[in-house]
C-alpha cells in the first residue's frame, strides 16, 4: 500500500477531529440560552414596532419587554440596522432619550454585540472615582482566550485605550497581576491531562501555601491562570489528597480581599461555570439592598449562553427558583425585562 495513503488519512481524522470540536464548541457557546433565535423574524417589523412604541408622548415599555428579550444578540444587531435604515435614528439612542434607570441600562446592554458589553461593562467598572472589582473578575475569569482577545480589540476601538493600561492604572500588587495574566488570553487550550505535571502542580500549590509561613503566589497564579481546565480539574483532586483540604478553603484561608475573590473566581469558572454565576446572582440579591450591575451584566451577558443551566445550578444550590428572587427584590418594567430574558417567572 502507498505510504502517502497513511499521510492523508491522518490528515483527514485530524480534520475531523478539529471539525468536531468545533461544533462541540460552537454548541457550548449558545444552546443553553433561554433566549433563541425568534421563528418568523423580520427585522423591518421589528424596527417599525419599536418606533412607533417611542414615537409621540410616552414610551410604549410593554413593546420594547415584547421584543428585544426575545431576540438574539445577531437578530438584534439587524434591528437596528432596519431601524437606522428606515427610520434614520440611531435606535440605541432613540431609546436612551426615552427610558430611564435599570430598565434602560438592561434595554442598552441588549442591543450590543457581546464583546461590546463586554467591553462597555470593563469601562464602567474602571473609570470615575473608585474600580468595580467584581466585574474585571467576573468577565476576566470567565471568559475563553478567544473571548478575551475579542474583547481587549474592542476596548480599543471603543474606547481609544488599552484595557491592560487601564486596569494596570486602577489595580495594584497580585491582584493587578494576576488580571494582567488573565488578560494575556495564554491558557492552554488542550484537554490533555500530564500526570506528572498535574503531580507537581498539586506539590507547588501545597508549598506555596499551606506548608509554608506565608504565601507565594506567583505558583497559584502561574498555575490556575495557564493550564487547561481538564489538567486543573486534576490537579485540584491531587491537591485534596496532599493537603487534606479542597483547594477554594486553602486560597480562603492563604488570600484576602480582591486577591481572593479573583483566585476563587477562576477555581469555580473551572469547576462549573453555571454555578459560579447562580452565585453571583444569589449574592447580589440577598440581603438589603440589590447590586443591580451584577445582576443586569449576568442576566444579559448569559441569556443566550447558559442561562438553563445557571437557573438549574441556583435552584439546586438555594432551593428557590432565580425568578422569584428576582421578583421579590426588582419590580416594574426592570423586573418585568428580566423574568422575560431568564425565560419567565419559573
Same mark, same amino acid.
Given at each position: 500500500?502507498?505510504?502517502?495513503?497513511?499521510?492523508?488519512?491522518?490528515?483527514?481524522?485530524?480534520?475531523?477531529?478539529?471539525?468536531?470540536?468545533?461544533?462541540?464548541?460552537?454548541?457550548?457557546?449558545?444552546?443553553?440560552?433561554?433566549?433563541?433565535?425568534?421563528?418568523?423574524?423580520?427585522?423591518?417589523?421589528?424596527?417599525? *414596532?419599536?418606533?412607533?412604541?417611542?414615537?409621540?408622548?410616552?414610551?410604549? =415599555?410593554?413593546?420594547?419587554?415584547?421584543?428585544?428579550?426575545?431576540?438574539?444578540?445577531?437578530?438584534?444587531?439587524?434591528?437596528?440596522?432596519?431601524?437606522?435604515?428606515?427610520?434614520?435614528?440611531?435606535?440605541?439612542?432613540?431609546?436612551?432619550?426615552?427610558?430611564?434607570?435599570?430598565? =434602560?441600562?438592561?434595554?442598552?446592554?441588549?442591543?450590543?454585540?457581546?464583546?461590546?458589553?463586554?467591553?462597555? #461593562?470593563?469601562?464602567?467598572?474602571?473609570?470615575?472615582?473608585?474600580?468595580? #472589582?467584581?466585574?474585571?473578575?467576573?468577565?476576566?475569569?470567565?471568559?475563553?482566550?478567544?473571548?478575551?482577545?475579542?474583547?481587549?480589540?474592542? !476596548?480599543?476601538?471603543?474606547?481609544?485605550?488599552?484595557?491592560?493600561?487601564?486596569?494596570?492604572?486602577?489595580?495594584?500588587?497580585?491582584?493587578?497581576?494576576?488580571?494582567?495574566?488573565?488578560?494575556?488570553?495564554?491558557?492552554?487550550?488542550?484537554?490533555?491531562?500530564?500526570?506528572?505535571?498535574?503531580?507537581?502542580?498539586?506539590?507547588?500549590?501545597? =508549598?506555596?501555601?499551606? /506548608?509554608?509561613?506565608?504565601?507565594?503566589?506567583?505558583?497559584?497564579?502561574?498555575?490556575?491562570?495557564?493550564?487547561?481546565?481538564?489538567?486543573?480539574?486534576?490537579?485540584?483532586?491531587?491537591?485534596? *489528597?496532599?493537603?487534606?483540604?479542597?483547594?477554594?478553603?486553602?486560597?480562603?484561608?492563604?488570600?484576602?480581599?480582591?486577591?481572593?475573590?479573583?483566585?476563587?473566581?477562576?477555581?469555580?469558572?473551572?469547576?462549573?461555570?453555571?454555578?459560579?454565576? /447562580?452565585?453571583?446572582?444569589?449574592?447580589?440579591?440577598?440581603?438589603?439592598?440589590?447590586?443591580?450591575?451584577?445582576?443586569?451584566?449576568?442576566?444579559?451577558?448569559?441569556? #443566550?449562553?447558559?442561562?438553563?443551566?445557571?437557573?438549574?445550578?441556583?435552584?439546586?444550590?438555594?432551593?428557590?427558583?432565580?425568578?422569584?428572587?428576582?421578583?421579590?427584590?426588582?419590580?416594574?418594567? !426592570?423586573?418585568?425585562?428580566?423574568? =422575560?430574558?431568564?425565560?419567565?417567572?419559573?
Amino acid at each position: 500500500m502507498n505510504l502517502d495513503i497513511f499521510g492523508h488519512l491522518s490528515y483527514a481524522w485530524h480534520f475531523i477531529l478539529f471539525i468536531t470540536r468545533s461544533f462541540i464548541a460552537m454548541a457550548a457557546l449558545g444552546n443553553r440560552g433561554t433566549v433563541t433565535e425568534a421563528s418568523g423574524f423580520s427585522p423591518d417589523e421589528d424596527a417599525q *414596532k419599536l418606533y412607533g412604541a417611542m414615537k409621540g408622548a410616552g414610551t410604549n =415599555e410593554a413593546t420594547i419587554i415584547e421584543i428585544l428579550p426575545h431576540r438574539t444578540i445577531a437578530q438584534r444587531q439587524k434591528i437596528k440596522e432596519s431601524f437606522k435604515r428606515t427610520v434614520g435614528k440611531d435606535l440605541i439612542d432613540e431609546l436612551k432619550s426615552e427610558l430611564t434607570g435599570n430598565f =434602560e441600562k438592561v434595554v442598552v446592554g441588549l442591543l450590543m454585540p457581546a464583546p461590546v458589553y463586554d467591553a462597555y #461593562e470593563m469601562r464602567n467598572a474602571i473609570k470615575g472615582a473608585g474600580t468595580e #472589582e467584581a466585574c474585571l473578575i467576573d468577565i476576566l475569569a470567565s471568559r475563553n482566550n478567544a473571548e478575551i482577545r475579542e474583547l481587549i480589540a474592542t !476596548y480599543k476601538k471603543e474606547c481609544g485605550k488599552s484595557l491592560e493600561d487601564d486596569i494596570c492604572g486602577d489595580t495594584s500588587g497580585m491582584f493587578q497581576r494576576v488580571l494582567v495574566s488573565l488578560l494575556a488570553a495564554g491558557r492552554d487550550d488542550s484537554f490533555k491531562v500530564d500526570d506528572a505535571q498535574v503531580a507537581q502542580d498539586a506539590k507547588d500549590i501545597f =508549598e506555596a501555601g499551606e /506548608a509554608r509561613w506565608g504565601t507565594d503566589e506567583v505558583k497559584f497564579l502561574t498555575v490556575l491562570c495557564a493550564r487547561n481546565k481538564n489538567h486543573l480539574i486534576q490537579v485540584f483532586k491531587d491537591y485534596q *489528597k496532599i493537603s487534606g483540604r479542597d483547594i477554594e478553603e486553602s486560597i480562603k484561608r492563604e488570600m484576602s480581599g480582591s486577591l481572593e475573590e479573583v483566585f476563587l473566581a477562576i477555581v469555580k469558572c473551572l469547576k462549573n461555570k453555571p454555578a459560579f454565576f /447562580a452565585e453571583r446572582l444569589y449574592k447580589s440579591m440577598k440581603g438589603l439592598g440589590t447590586k443591580d450591575s451584577v445582576l443586569m451584566r449576568i442576566v444579559v451577558s448569559r441569556a #443566550e449562553i447558559d442561562m438553563l443551566d445557571i437557573k438549574s445550578e441556583f435552584l439546586r444550590m438555594y432551593g428557590k427558583t432565580l425568578g422569584s428572587f428576582i421578583k421579590g427584590d426588582t419590580s416594574g418594567d !426592570y423586573r418585568k425585562i428580566l423574568l =422575560e430574558l431568564c425565560g419567565g417567572e419559573k
